[in-house]
């Protein structure tokens, strides 16, 4: 059976194919493979996003359709930038500008503790859905290291660790990650499809 991996993100589309891995019965498919534009994300929370999103995929595509949005909850900013981390800056997707925003909003600021975290959707094309949510906490380092990842992941230091999520090789941050922990907790619903696809009917 397909299923489409619902996202316009290279980075995030190899991180979920390396995370789900094979499974037997499933053939994943991603939104670049059928031409399907990105929904837009006009929730206000990274649940509704993610909702939205493979919503919108399964129903496009016809096919089982699995989404995630992820954002970045800073303490000391009240949880910013969390539902609006790719628009921080005010530019769409700059990396490096929500990344110079952020260090310079905790300039000179004792508590650096922040989080990562990702609500995945599945949604099958008939608009029933289940959502599961995967948390990483950490600190904000005091300036940019590592090439690995994206986003965020350079300024990112997970908890027990003392380099950055960029400064991983990518099966270490795939073992620990947020988006890790969001999509294990999907993982029985895969199995459950690719045994029985007639829970598709
Ligand atoms: P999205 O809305 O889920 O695509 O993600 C929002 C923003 O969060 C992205 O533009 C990235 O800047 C950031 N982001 C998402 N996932 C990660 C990650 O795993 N590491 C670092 N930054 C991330």
Do not use: Q
Request: charged share 30%; proline share 6%; with cysteine.
């Amino acid at each position: 059976m397909k299923v489409l991996i619902g996202t316009g993100n290279p980075a995030k589309l190899a991180e979920i194919r390396e995370i789900l891995g094979e499974i037997p019965g499933i053939e994943w498919v991603s939104a670049a493979e059928l031409n399907l534009p990105e929904p837009k994300e006009e929730g206000k929370t990274l649940e509704e996003n993610a909702i939205i999103k493979a919503v919108a995929y399964a129903k496009h595509s016809g096919l089982p359709a699995l989404a995630e949005d992820t954002g970045l909850e800073v303490e000391a900013l009240a949880g910013a930038p969390g539902v609006l981390s790719s628009r921080f800056s005010g530019k769409e997707k700059d990396y490096a500008a929500n990344n110079e925003k952020l260090l310079a909003l905790l300039s000179g600021k004792e508590n650096r503790r922040a989080r990562f975290r990702t609500v995945a959707c599945l949604a099958l094309p008939d608009g029933r859905f289940w959502t599961s949510e995967g948390v990483l906490e950490g600190t904000i380092a005091e300036e940019p290291r590592g090439k690995g990842g994206f986003g965020y992941d350079p300024l990112f230091i997970p908890e027990g660790e003392s380099r950055t999520l960029a400064e991983m090789a990518p099966a270490e941050k795939n073992a620990i990650s947020h988006r890790k922990r969001a999509l294990e907790g999907l993982r029985p619903l895969f199995l459950a499809l690719a045994k029985n696809p007639e829970l598709l009917a």
